[in-house]
């Protein structure tokens, strides 16, 4: 009998353990004890009473991973200082890869998890993000400290004249990587042309044996951008006109344009300029391929300089040309723009407006920006008064000459359905294992496919009821403190 | 009133003691499995209103050929592997049953991939794949073998090969450990009767030794197959993505891919369930053979 009672009472423990943990609202500090309720109610009225514009008197932040080395440092530090400042808490959760957002935000408004302001990337926010609803307009809440941003930042997140993001990061833009050192010694120019690529490659192959040009395909979020740079010159320089009017559905992707971009692309393949090995390659051995001058080129964008010359050092000198011009008449066009930002959810505790917007305005003081963003060694940092980087030796010839040429990333206005059409697309087109004209009518059907099953629609900001336009609508936006 | 009373007198403890578990069980894999169910009949994309489309992402599902050559590529991997690593296994048991030389170290050399985690194996095997710094094809050219040289995992052709034998390598010393144990337990004096008899080595074999071991070989195949329908994403995910185009796709990576990638969680469900039931199929024509055999034996 004792037997049996003592083994309800653990089975009764265990059940009322397992109830407690699952109770709705239970959330761990940070202290790791459990408190009922949520911690921010109490705060409300101490806090939301003495002044509307510090809210519940806790920010939350969410946002990926902070891959810089010392940003994370420099965010504490930053952070720190906001919350002595203004007295109030500021909790940041930092995890998982940019592109994990969506699902971090999905599980926070279902587990009704307070967040505030979340990190995004341009991609998902134009494509994703805002559509879904799950972004607020920020048109009006920017408008305190919008003139401390560098000029045109804010274009890759303004969509129908309306601003959805705050970018907070460096602005990029890409080129081909090549080891200098070995262009001197075998006598070869920058190539501007296809045709003196071609040539350059196969001296290169000639005299040194290796590879010419290396690509990390196993990155298949990269391989777009090679179309990107194609498309550009085989539409007269029109291409972003030219996807939207395809995502409008006012022009199929099957017409002479897209089919001589792939061509384009696959032709590196047949010329020798890209081989078999850049199929099979990541990012990482890219690096190494290079750094052991096993090839003496590669694609790049100005995030990849700073790992490059980690593991290049002092071995050999670097330089950047343009993607050479593939059709005469054209000039190079580089895919580029500010990428990272943050929004605000909407499913952000409307009290906290203010509290978030004063953060925004603290983190885009100068000294708090610097602090942060030079953690990068930023060539365009989207604060104009961060400095640039005045370590990188490219960094003149790219803001000379790379930004004027450099539009928006094409994968930050179509969807990543159609742009995992060209993912697959270019290395079998490349491979010959499709041709360019079956690549096209891929792309194609992804879009079609997407209008069926999601009913997608480009311009959806035509469609949206005053309901939904209601619900990404900041009200009564609280006064903030601004400093010069 | 009785007889309830007499049942719960003799079995409410029993219930009693498993209703943890059951509480458990139920809002981690029955109640999601609803759930799922529940989401496959919307439109929902993770972030705003479910939609009801009733059918339709069913009927998306069956027009979405990916996924379709992702179920034949995981019938693929499943059959392949299972097979192969228990054939593999038997013998290397068989082998390691021998008094040979350094057979302590050859076991643990065999079952040491076990031990490794699928992120760990696929990294060490696509750098050992990788076409300019990997060791086989650089071995290969060592040996004037260059016409054996492939883009291993870069060639739509061979691409889900290569990761099949990453996965066998993985298992074969786990599956050689059940096939040791099995091969340990069959008394000595039954070769030696039929050696007597005059039967040879193959006789033995065929006649003893996989006969005596088939109990152990039924559940052998069925932790392989089983592993394999369900298991096999982080491999593939690590070592190609899915990739070159979609060649080496799996059911797990397309309906993680819709799911989360896409953001279209019904269609992502409604692929779960389709999975579901022709892994549920499997399961049970498993079951059935695998009683069947339990009780011949």
Same mark, same amino acid.
């Given at each position: ?225 090679? +179309? #990107? /740079? ?9 291409? &972003?006109? @030219?996807?939207? *009017?395809? !995502? ?110 004063? +953060? #925004? /305005? ?9 602090? &942060?963003? @030079?953690?990068? *060694?930023? !060539? ?105 | ?297």
């Amino acid at each position: 009998m004792s037997k049996k009672i003592v083994t309800i009472m653990f089975i009764f423990v265990l059940l009322a353990g397992l109830v407690t943990a699952c109770k709705p609202g239970a959330t761990a500090t940070n202290e790791g004890a459990v408190e009922e309720g949520g911690s921010n109610e109490g705060a409300v009225e101490e806090v939301g009473t003495e002044d509307q514009a510090l809210g519940t008197g806790t920010l939350h932040i969410i946002g990926s991973e902070r891959t810089y080395p010392g940003e994370a440092d420099a965010w504490d530090e930053v952070i720190a200082d906001f919350e002595e400042e203004y007295g109030v808490t500021v909790e940041v959760k930092w995890q998982g890869a940019w592109n994990e957002i969506p699902q971090m935000l999905e599980t926070a408004r279902m587990a009704g998890e307070p967040v505030d302001i979340s990190s995004a990337g341009a991609g998902l926010v134009n494509t994703t993000l805002v559509r879904s609803g799950i972004a607020m307009d920020l048109t009006e809440y920017i408008q305190p400290f919008e003139s401390r941003f560098s000029e045109g930042s804010f274009l890759a997140y303004t969509i129908d004249g309306k601003v959805w993001g705050i970018p907070y990061g460096a602005s990029s833009t890409t080129g081909m990587l090549y080891n200098k050192t070995m262009f001197d010694e075998l006598g070869l120019e920058e190539p501007t042309t296809y045709e003196e690529l071609v040539e350059v490659s196969q001296v290169i192959a000639e005299e040194k044996g290796i590879i010419p040009m290396i690509h990390d395909g196993k990155a298949p979020w990269f391989w777009p951008i090679w +179309f #990107f /740079e194609a498309y550009a010159q085989t539409t007269g320089n029109n291409s &972003i006109q @030219s996807v939207v *009017d395809f !995502l409008s559905g006012n022009k199929q992707f099957t017409g002479p344009e897209e089919i001589a971009a792939f061509e384009k692309i696959a032709q590196f393949y047949e010329d020798g300029i890209l081989t078999q090995e850049s199929l099979d390659t990541d990012t990482d051995a890219k690096f190494a391929v290079f750094a052991q001058e096993q090839a003496a080129m590669f694609y790049a964008g100005t995030w990849h300089l700073a790992p490059v010359r980690a593991v290049v050092g002092d071995a050999f000198e670097i330089g950047i040309f343009e993607f050479p011009i593939v059709v005469e008449g054209s000039i190079s066009q580089h895919g580029g723009g500010p990428g990272d930002c943050f929004i605000i959810p909407s499913f952000a505790d409307p009290a906290n407006y203010g509290l978030s917007r004063q +953060f #925004f /305005e603290f983190i885009s003081r100068p000294e708090n920006a610097t602090k &942060i963003l @030079s953690n990068r *060694d930023p !060539l365009g940092p989207s604060i104009a008064a961060v400095p640039s980087t005045e370590t990188e030796p490219l960094a003149n010839e790219l803001v000379e000459e790379f930004y004027p040429n450099t539009i928006t990333f094409l994968d930050w206005i179509w969807p990543v359905e159609v742009n995992d059409a060209f993912v697959a697309g270019i290395p079998a087109v490349l491979s010959g294992n499709m041709t360019a004209e079956e690549a096209t009518q891929r792309v194609q059907d992804a879009l079609e496919t997407l209008i069926e099953e999601k009913e997608f629609q480009f311009d959806w900001w035509s469609t949206w009821t005053a309901e939904d336009w209601d619900k990404v609508t900041m009200k009564n936006l609280p006064e903030i403190e601004v400093k010069e | 009133m009785k007889k309830t009373m007499l049942f719960i007198r003799k079995y409410g403890l029993v219930y009693l003691m498993i209703l943890p578990a059951i509480i458990i069980y139920s809002i981690f894999v029955i109640y999601p499995m609803f759930k799922g169910l529940f989401v496959s009949f919307h439109r929902w994309d993770g972030l705003s209103e479910m939609k009801w489309i009733g059918l339709n992402n069913y009927r998306f599902v069956f027009k979405d050929q990916i996924f379709w050559n992702a179920m034949k590529n995981t019938l693929l991997f499943a059959f392949v592997v299972s097979i192969a690593k228990n054939v593999a296994a038997f013998f290397l048991a068989i082998l390691l049953n021998r008094n040979i030389k350094l057979r302590t170290f050859f076991r643990t050399a065999t079952f040491l991939p076990v031990t490794l985690a699928f992120v760990v194996a696929g990294m060490l095997w696509s750098w050992m794949y990788n076409p300019i710094f990997g060791l086989i094809n650089n071995f290969l050219k060592l040996v004037h073998l260059e016409i054996f040289i492939q883009g291993w995992l870069s060639d739509p052709k061979i691409a889900l090969w290569s990761i099949m034998f990453v996965d066998i390598w993985k298992w074969v010393g786990f599956h050689m450990v059940l096939f040791l144990t099995g091969i340990q337990a069959i008394p000595e004096e039954l070769y030696e009767a039929a050696r007597i008899d005059g039967a040879g080595r193959w006789q033995s074999l065929f006649h003893i030794t996989v006969p005596l071991v088939m109990q152990v070989t039924i559940v052998s195949f069925l932790l392989s197959i089983t592993g394999a329908f369900v298991s096999n994403y982080d491999l593939v995910y690590v070592m190609t993505g899915g990739g070159p185009f979609h060649s080496t796709e799996v059911a797990l990576t397309w309906i993680v891919s819709t799911t989360t990638r896409y953001a279209a969680v019904g269609k992502g469900n409604a692929m779960s369930m389709i999975m579901f039931l022709i892994v549920l199929v499997f399961g049970v024509f498993q079951m059935y053979f695998s009683q069947r055999n339990t009780y011949e034996m």
